[in-house]
């Protein structure tokens, strides 16, 4: 997971405040019971194997990007600082136990079942932002990431491609938060804005 140095960064840097380990490889860093008594501040989905992948793909009717690709073979989606970022993967399933509500929100929602309808083969979704909904969208003809609104591909912020995105935003968000994972200011905004926090576009 070298690519992810600074995501893992931020992620190693909550460990100390508590983890737990789930059966199924999903690691829960840093509780936040500010925000609800099963609360935690990131949750980490254990990587998609080759098989998975395959039948992710299928269900998609489509090729996964290889960013992407990549990144989901790392990890299945991963949450950060409470929800304020989410990186969708796929649902496995279900199941009563409580370690079956620990998985990532479904990247087959935005692709197949609610997606835009300004969108064109090009975009490929892949997760959303807790503070208002707005979602990122992968462009595969030129490998550029975008913030968009709820509902449209009309862009709000743009990255030259994955990796910077996730490298940035994590970064990002981890000065909007204190040592112990409570915002810094509470009615601030976690979505990013120009001047290199992300371009205005």
């Not at 409570?182 to 576009?201: E, I, L, M, S």
Request: overall charge neutral.
């Amino acid at each position: 997971m070298s690519e992810y140095k600074g995501l893992l960064k931020v992620i190693d840097a909550a460990k100390p405040l508590g983890t737990k380990a789930l059966k199924d490889g999903t690691l829960l860093v840093a509780p936040a019971p500010h925000v609800a008594p099963q609360a935690w501040l990131h949750k980490v989905f254990p990587g998609l194997t080759d098989a998975e992948l395959a039948r992710l793909e299928k269900m998609l009717k489509r090729e996964i990007p290889d960013d992407l690709h990549r990144f989901l073979k790392t990890m299945n989606g991963v949450s950060l600082f409470s929800e304020s970022l989410d990186l969708y993967g796929l649902r496995k399933g279900g199941g009563r136990g409580i370690e079956a509500a620990w998985q990532p929100y479904s990247i087959l929602t935005p692709n197949a079942e609610e997606r835009p309808r300004d969108a064109g083969e090009e975009h490929f979704f892949f997760g959303a932002y807790g503070y208002d909904g707005s979602g990122l969208v992968l462009d595969c003809r030129t490998l550029r990431v975008t913030r968009c609104s709820r509902g449209t591909v009309k862009p709000l912020n743009t990255w030259e491609c994955f990796d910077v995105m996730i490298e940035k935003e994590a970064e990002r968000l981890s000065k909007l938060f204190d040592g112990q994972g409570r915002p810094k200011d509470p009615d601030a905004p976690t979505t990013p804005g120009p001047d290199g926090r992300g371009r205005k576009t």
